[in-house]
């Protein structure tokens, strides 16, 4: 996640990791790797506090 400038902020006693990701030109390959591990099992991932931006690569996705 560092190559997309994405800041991590972790709780170790519950193993979360919350990603700060920065308004970047390649959001899509953000969105992309993210779920591309939760589809794996990697991990497991809810969004917070998204920008509209965010939310509408989401929307494109369910198209």
């Known amino acids: 996640m ?6 991590p902020q972790g ?3 519950f193993r979360t990791v919350a990603l700060d ?3 970047t030109p390649d959001l899509p390959a953000v969105r992309a790797l993210l779920e591309h591990g ?8 809810e969004e917070g506090c998204v920008t509209t931006a965010w939310a509408a690569l989401g929307a494109a996705a369910d198209d």
Not at 2 to 7: N, T
Request: aromatic share 4%.
């Open 2 to 7: 560092s190559r997309c400038s994405a800041r």
């Open 11 to 13: 709780v170790e006693r």
């Open 21 to 23: 990701v920065p308004p």
């Open 38 to 45: 939760d589809a794996e099992g990697r991990w497991d991932r």
